[in-house]
């Protein structure tokens, strides 16, 4: 059961890091610290949630690649058919004549899930890789 009732407690800190804080506050547009506090909390939950290699997680992978690379697509697909239960939908993107941008949005438990982004990024022609993802389950 949650409890929705907000709680008020104090943080002290030095003051170059709350000046720090502060400017983060405003590039992100927090109205308050409170609310820039709240998310940095609840993203720490997240990454320790990502501990339990059985907890549900849905989000995203993002790939840009060089098209050319020889045999990169068909390694590609091979991947992703070997644990397609865990991808619910895949779009792909021409960016420039030479680099593609592949968004493949998952679901699945975090050892399945995290196994099957390091396949991707680490396939040689892929530039850049990035996983992003939460439990599927409220924090």
């Known amino acids: 059961m949650r409890d929705s009732t907000l709680k008020r407690f104090g943080i002290s800190m030095e003051g170059s ?26 993203e720490a939950i997240v990454q320790q949630s990502w ?8 989000g995203s992978i993002l790939l840009f690649y060089d098209h050319h690379q020889r045999n990169l697509l068909e390694e590609m697909t091979k991947i992703q058919h070997s644990v397609h239960d865990v991808i619910l939908a895949t779009t792909h993107f021409h960016v420039t004549h030479d680099s593609c941008l592949e968004l493949i949005v998952v679901k699945g438990k975090v050892k399945d899930v995290r196994e099957l982004s ?18 599927v389950e409220k924090i």
């Open 118 to 135: 390091h396949k991707l990024t680490s396939l040689k022609g892929v530039t850049y890789g990035n996983f992003t993802a939460a439990p």
């Open 51 to 58: 501990e339990d290699q059985e907890q549900m997680i849905a």
């Open 17 to 42: 890091l709350l000046r720090k804080f502060d400017d983060l506050v405003q590039q992100r547009g927090y109205e308050n610290r409170s609310e820039a506090v709240r998310d940095l909390v609840r």
